[in-house]
C-alpha cells in the first residue's frame, strides 16, 4: 500500500473483495443501491460520514489509512505553534512520531525490496536515523525469520 495516493474507493473494493461481502448486505447497511456503491469504488474520496460506514460494516479502520499518511508526509510543526495548541485547542493533541507496526513494516519493506535506500526513508520522511536503524535490528530480523519458514 502506498501511503501518498491514496484511492479510498478503490481500497474498500480490495476489502469487500478480501472478505467476501455480498452486495445485497452492504447496500442494506450503508443505505444505498449498488449503483453508488459500485460509484463509490471509483472515487479517490468519499464523505467521513460514509467512510464511518464503510468502516463498520468491513469492520477495517480506513480512517488509519490517513494517519498513516499524516505520519510519512505531513511536515512536523514548529515547537511556538505546538505549545498554543495545547493551551487553547479543545481538540485531543496527537503525538505526530508514533510510528504503527505497519509503518516500521512499509519503511523496511520499501529497503529490502530496493525500493528505497535507507538515507532515502530518513530524508524523505525525516525519521531519525537512530531510529530507522533500530527498527532493523529490531523487525528486520523477525521479517527475514517470517518468508523463510513461509518458502
Not at 2 to 14: A, D, F, N, V
Not at 19 to 37: C, K, P, T
Not at 104 to 129: C, L, S
Amino acid at each position: 500500500m502506498l501511503y501518498k495516493q491514496i484511492h479510498i474507493g478503490e481500497c474498500i473494493e480490495e476489502k469487500v473483495k478480501q472478505e467476501n461481502i455480498e452486495m445485497d448486505r452492504l447496500m442494506r447497511f450503508l443505505d444505498v443501491s449498488e449503483e453508488e456503491i459500485l460509484k463509490m469504488y471509483k472515487e479517490p474520496e468519499i464523505t467521513t460520514h460514509m467512510l464511518l460506514k464503510w468502516s463498520k460494516v468491513l469492520e477495517y479502520d480506513f480512517f488509519r489509512i490517513y494517519s498513516q499518511h499524516l505520519i510519512l508526509y505531513a511536515p512536523p510543526k514548529c515547537r511556538d505553534s505546538e505549545h498554543k495548541i495545547k493551551h487553547s485547542s479543545l481538540l485531543p493533541v496527537f503525538r505526530k512520531n508514533i510510528y504503527t507496526k505497519e509503518i516500521i513494516e512499509f519503511m523496511i519493506e520499501m529497503v529490502n525490496e530496493g525500493k528505497k535506500t535507507r538515507a532515502q526513508i530518513i530524508e524523505e520522511y525525516k525519521i531519525p536515523k537512530t531510529t530507522l536503524y533500530k527498527w532493523f535490528e529490531k523487525y528486520n530480523k523477525q521479517a527475514l525469520i517470517n518468508t523463510r519458514t513461509k518458502g
